[in-house]
């Protein structure tokens, strides 16, 4: 089995920051892309960043100059480093790894159970 555990969400002034972790673990054969997406109240889950292997990152216009993925391979881990943060940032942070599963030998999307990030002052 399959989970993606996230952490780090939580709320924060405008132009604040905070930096959101997310561990891929259980029944993983090969771990391509990791990303995030988020979730307004309202509103469709949309693409905040992703990566994969030997890229700098695919970002979402809104957040470019002030949001930066990263990953530790080694761990299965990836990171968003969320600068300059503003209300309209407020969402659901949902993490999202495509991989194959050991068991199954399939390649699929996974998602984490998510975390609040809520800009307010």
């Known amino acids: 089995q399959v989970q993606l555990v996230e952490s780090g969400g939580g709320l924060v002034q405008p132009g604040g920051s905070l930096r959101l972790s997310c561990v891929a673990s259980?029944?993983?054969?090969?771990?391509?892309?990791m990303g995030w997406y988020r979730q307004a109240p309202g509103k469709q889950r949309e693409l905040v960043a992703t990566?994969?292997?030997?890229?700098?990152?695919n970002y979402a216009d809104s957040v470019k100059g002030r949001f930066t993925i990263s990953r530790d391979y080694a761990k299965a881990t990836v990171y968003l480093q969320m600068n300059s943060l503003k209300p309209e940032d407020t969402a659901v942070y949902y993490c999202?790894?495509?991989?194959?599963?050991?068991?199954?030998?399939?390649?699929?999307?996974?998602w984490g159970q998510g975390t609040q990030v809520t800009v307010s002052s």
């Open positions: 999202n790894a495509n991989l194959v599963d050991l068991r199954t030998g399939v390649r699929g999307d996974y």
């Open positions: 259980g029944s993983i054969f090969s771990l391509n892309a």
């Open positions: 990566t994969t292997s030997g890229s700098t990152g």
